[in-house]
Every structure is written in structure tokens, then in C-alpha cells.
């Protein structure tokens, strides 16, 4: 590591831990709610388990145990003390951009390892999570470290790590693992042979197994980490606007020509029976209204494609400032997009990994809803192809000037 890269590392990781301890200060919605959102329901979870020892899921059976316990962890240290979970998620985060960095730095060179760091440091959503208690906090490096070690850990051992990783990923977003089976085919192409792929595949089962005798045991039912069924009618019904609709247990669904409201619709008292009621009004409600959904699946994506959600603020100036942040990120979006492309000229095995893992959270976000915090765990693989992008461009710049002063 050169000197400038040490500075930097240095100037980063200050940054991560300032804003880690500012962040409700900083965030505006933190600042009217330190316990926004799912953070409430974490911190409540986190805070039974620390104390009493008791594991409560509070929102059905879709929450991943991974950050739960990680945070029931610093509590039973502390006490309850939600800003030293921020300061964890600081150093969660920087251990991202270390992995992201060394991604960087393998596929390319250092000169653009930096600009990675720089740009993944200063990344509005890759930042702002810190604040937030999300599970995304710890998603965010299991996924930079899984690809890394699918990318350059050989062996036995590299197959063993990596699929523990991804097991861990699973257990903290559990719709990541059906990508281990993806990760299985690549590591197939890539290997020609079949060791290293049933190691992975093995490493992955071995580590989810554990938690998923657990809480199928508990509830009488196979149940691989979390269900969807709940989530997936919550995101996919007349009401939907491409997100999670706060106030959905209080609609009056219409499906098969009989309208009730939600609550009514999902009447099991067994939460994986209501969870199962729930998939199949979902199923029901996409066959009865495709043009409907498809019009659904637009408004998703657009969702992801804004830099802060779709908004139509009365105040201009503020409106003017969210269509600009709109088109940078757009800018950001169209280099990533590009850069990873160019890359598989060089790297095509790892660019194909990194489109696969992208692909996967892109599918789910059309399965289930739209926006920047769906969208977070690819962001780090976003910023590598922007940087590569930005370095080659500069780089091809800096050539035809010097060619031409000659």
C-alpha cells in the first residue's frame, strides 16, 4: 500500500466513525426519529434477546437472526445504546470498502483502488445506512467479501470461506440465498470441476442449517431462514406504489371479484399458514391484474432509479435539488453500468460473478419493492464499475495529451 493510500484510509476511516457518531444529528429523518422504520423493530428484537434471552420475530417470519444477534451483542455489552451499534456499523462498513478496495486493486490497480475508496466513502446511501439500524449494515461487507473470495480464493479453504459467507449473507438478507445456487453454477463454469462447488454449496448449508432446524422446529413447518408470502402481497396489490405501503394491513383488498380489507384476508392464527395465505392472494391478485402489475414493475424500477424515492415536494428549490441528485445518480448509474462492462474484456469471469450478484438483487426488487435500500447491496460492485469507468476514461485522456504535446 503506497503512502497516498494509507492517507486516505486514514482520512476514511475517520470519516466513517465522525459520521457514525453525528449521524442523527446529520440525517434529517434520524434527527425527528433516532429509531426509524425496521429500525424499531431490530432495536426492540435486539433488546429482548440481549436481556432476556428471548428470540421474538416481531414482523412475521421475514426478519434474517444475523444483525439481530449482532446488535443483541453490543447491547448485552453496553446496555442499550443504539449510537454504539452505529459505531458498529461504521466499522462494518469500512471493512466493505476494505474488501471493496482489495477487489478494486486486484482487478485493476491501485490508482483506481482509491478512487473506489473515494467514491464507496462518500456514497450518500453506502454512508446514511450507517445511521440507520438495517440488517443492510452487515449485508454490505458479507456481500463485498463473499464475491471477493468467489473471485480469488483457490482451494479447498477459498471454497469452505466463501460459502460460509454466503450462508452468513443469507442470514442476514434471506433472500440471498437462492444466489449461493447461482454462485454454485459460476464456480462449476469457472472450475470445470466439481470439488469446489459442492464445498461451497456444502459450507453455505452447513452454516444456515443451524437456524434453519431452529425455526422450522419452532413453527412445525420447513422454513428456509424467512418466508415471503406477507412481503411479496404487501409490494403486489391495487394499492402498491412500487414500495411498502405503511398502511397496508388497513386496505380493502379486491381480489377474485371479493373485496375485505387485509387483516380479514390474512385470518390464519398459524403465522406460516396467514404467511402462505398471503402468497397465494399475491399470485392470485398478478394473474387477475397483469397489465396492472406491469405497470407496478415500472413504477419499482423507477423507485431504484431515484437517488432519494419518488417525491413531489410543493417547494421548488427542493424540487429542483431532487431532480438534480436524480441526474447525477443516473450519471453514477450509466458509468457503473458501462465500467462494468468494459470490464469483462479483462476480468470476464469476475464481471460475470458481479452481474449475476447485481441481477439477482434487481430481480428481487421487481419481485418484491423498489428503492435505494433494496438496491444497497449491490452498490459497492456499482461504485467499482463507475471507478473503473472514471480511471480509464482519465487515464485515455492523459495519454492523448501527452501524444499530442509531443
Given amino acids: 500500500m503506497s503512502r497516498a493510500a494509507l492517507w486516505l484510509w486514514l482520512i476514511v ?184 462447488p459442492a464445498l461451497l454449496l456444502l459450507a453455505t448449508v452447513l452454516t444456515v442449517a443451524p437456524y434453519v432446524a431452529y425455526i422450522s422446529a419452532r413453527y412445525g413447518a420447513f422454513i428456509p431462514i424467512g418466508l415471503g408470502g406477507y412481503v411479496l402481497l404487501w409490494a403486489n396489490n391495487e394499492y402498491a406504489d412500487g414500495g411498502f405501503d405503511p398502511l397496508f394491513l388497513e386496505r380493502n383488498l379486491t381480489i377474485g371479484g371479493e373485496t375485505k380489507s387485509t387483516r380479514q384476508w390474512l385470518d390464519a392464527d398459524d403465522p406460516v399458514a396467514r404467511d402462505r395465505q398471503a402468497m397465494r392472494l399475491a399470485f392470485q391478485w398478478i394473474r387477475e391484474n397483469p397489465i396492472a402489475w406491469l405497470r407496478l414493475l415500472g413504477r419499482k424500477i423507477a423507485l431504484t432509479l431515484s437517488a432519494f424515492g419518488l417525491q413531489n415536494p410543493e ?23 458501462y465500467g462494468l462492462w468494459r470490464l469483462r474484456r479483462s476480468e470476464k469471469l469476475v464481471a460475470v460473478l458481479i452481474g449475476l450478484f447485481i441481477g439477482w438483487t434487481l430481480f428481487t426488487i421487481l419481485l418484491y419493492a423498489g428503492g435505494s435500500r433494496p438496491l444497497l447491496p449491490a452498490q459497492p460492485f456499482l461504485v467499482l464499475g463507475a471507478a473503473t469507468l472514471i480511471a480509464a476514461s482519465v487515464s485515455t485522456r492523459s495519454n492523448q495529451c501527452y501524444n499530442s504535446s509531443r
Fill in 315 to 337: 417547494n421548488r428549490a427542493i424540487a429542483a435539488a431532487l431532480r438534480l441528485a436524480d441526474g447525477v445518480y443516473w450519471l453514477f448509474l450509466a458509468a457503473a453500468g
Fill in 13 to 196: 476511516i475517520a470519516l466513517r466513525l465522525a459520521y457514525a457518531l453525528l449521524a442523527t444529528q446529520v440525517d434529517p429523518l434520524l434527527r425527528a426519529n433516532p429509531l426509524h422504520g425496521d429500525a424499531v423493530i431490530h432495536d426492540s428484537m435486539a433488546q429482548r434477546l440481549a436481556f432476556t434471552g428471548e428470540y421474538r420475530l416481531e414482523k412475521g417470519l421475514m426478519t434474517a437472526p444475523a444483525y439481530i444477534f449482532l446488535m443483541a451483542g453490543v447491547y448485552a455489552l453496553v446496555g442499550h445504546a443504539p449510537d454504539a451499534v452505529r459505531v458498529l456499523n461504521a466499522l462494518l462498513g469500512l471493512v466493505a470498502l476494505w474488501g471493496l478496495w482489495l477487489l478494486t486493486r486486484r482487478l485493476t490497480d491501485e490508482r483506481t483502488a482509491n478512487l473506489t475508496l473515494i467514491l464507496g466513502a462518500l456514497h450518500p446511501h453506502l454512508l446514511m445506512i450507517t445511521g440507520w439500524l438495517y440488517t443492510e449494515n452487515l449485508a454490505l461487507p458479507l456481500a463485498v467479501w463473499a464475491i471477493y473470495g468467489l473471485s480469488f480464493w483457490q482451494g479447498v479453504g477459498g471454497a469452505a470461506a466463501s460459502g460460509a459467507l454466503l450462508g452468513l449473507l443469507a442470514l442476514t438478507r434471506a433472500n440471498y440465498l437462492p444466489f449461493a445456487l447461482l454462485a454454485v453454477v459460476w464456480l462449476v463454469w469457472r472450475a470445470r470441476c466439481w470439488k469446489p
